[in-house]
């Protein structure tokens, strides 16, 4: 199926815009099930755009980024399953199976992006203390750029050289790049949750912490409750907050009790 130029250019500005959205705007345009009807509008198949998206978004459930570590780029991925569904009439399935090689490229991209900019954040703090607020919207601004110049061109590189071109950039890149690539990923998953503990844990907090980690291995460990284990974890969580909240809020109102005295009077 050949594309207009528009359309090319709206896939194109879509890309751009949900690329920055994923880290920076946080409206949610990202979410393949939000992406996939709006790429089948731009392409005239606004149904298959709503089942390809949701299919994708089912499949992106708790597959969250952690710290530095990223995993295949939904943003990518679902907007490539929805283009390949339309254009080469793709069940939603199979979509999502063939646009792994673009979400892989993808997070690739964010992986080198994110290295990239590390040793720019010394140059961001320097700017704090110069009180210099322009420098740091000019560096904030230029990487959200790229960012969306990078899933732009991966997009585009279907309309330039058909479903087979994102594999064969694949096949392209060496092994120890790709190996390489992956070795930083899997070290900063742990840089990043020791980057969260730093800012986040503190003494109290210490019990919860390992008591997280206790319940993960109880629930992955009973058969049947394996695969709604991040669900149960996150109710656990919530309750936990919940009821430590409550005892909080009845500490500070009971601390505040000031014999019936109202408005200082």
Known sequence: MQYSVIQIAFVFIFTFIAAIDQFNLLESIYQPIVAGPIIGLILGDLETGLAVGATYQLMTIGNMPVGGAQPPNAVVGGIMATVLAISLGLSPTEAVGAAIPFALLGQYGITLLFTAMSPMMSK???????????????????????????????????????????????????????????????????????????????????????????????????EGLGSSALLILAIIGFALAFWDFQIQTKVAASSNDMGGFEDGI
């Open 124 to 222: 961001a703090d320097d700017m704090a203390h110069e009180a210099n607020p322009r420098g740091i919207d000019r560096l904030n601004y230029s990487a959200m750029g790229i960012l969306g110049l990078i899933f732009g061109v991966i997009v585009t590189l279907f309309f330039i050289g058909g479903a087979q071109f994102g594999n064969d950039i694949l096949a392209a890149i060496p092994e120890w790049v790709m190996s390489g690539l992956g070795a930083a990923g899997g070290m900063m998953r742990f840089v990043g949750f020791a980057t969260l503990l730093k800012v986040m844990i503190s003494k109290p907090l210490w019990g919860f912490y390992f008591l997280g980690f206790a319940l993960a291995l109880i629930v992955n460990g009973l």
